[in-house]
């Protein structure tokens, strides 16, 4: 009998697993890849705080980041990744934005 009361206190602390809050990594994050919104890096990290690192859910959060354009290198290279286009700075230049972002040129359906 006291083998099965062992057996559900194990089960009641897997059970009680929880994260910590979440916060700013301790470092600033560097970009994956600088250019054409193709990198990632980390915004906030956790850690499972109880449960034998059994928490369920991501212990890091991330943004896209490297919105200057990539270099052009010839035919079939492109200077934004997938889900952005080559878009106007207000002072001048350009970047990549999101495609949804980009306002239809007047004349344009």
Known sequence: MRPQAIVLLLFVVSANAAWSEWAAPPAAMPCS?????CGVRVTRTRTCA????KCSGPSQQYEECGAKMC????KG??????GYEKGHLTGGGFEC????NIQPKKGMV
């Open 97 to 100: 934005v999101p495609k949804a």
């Open 77 to 82: 290279s492109k200077t934004c990744c997938a």
């Open 50 to 53: 109880e449960g034998n690192g």
């Open 33 to 37: 890849v600088t250019c054409g919104y």
């Open 71 to 74: 270099k052009f290198v010839g």
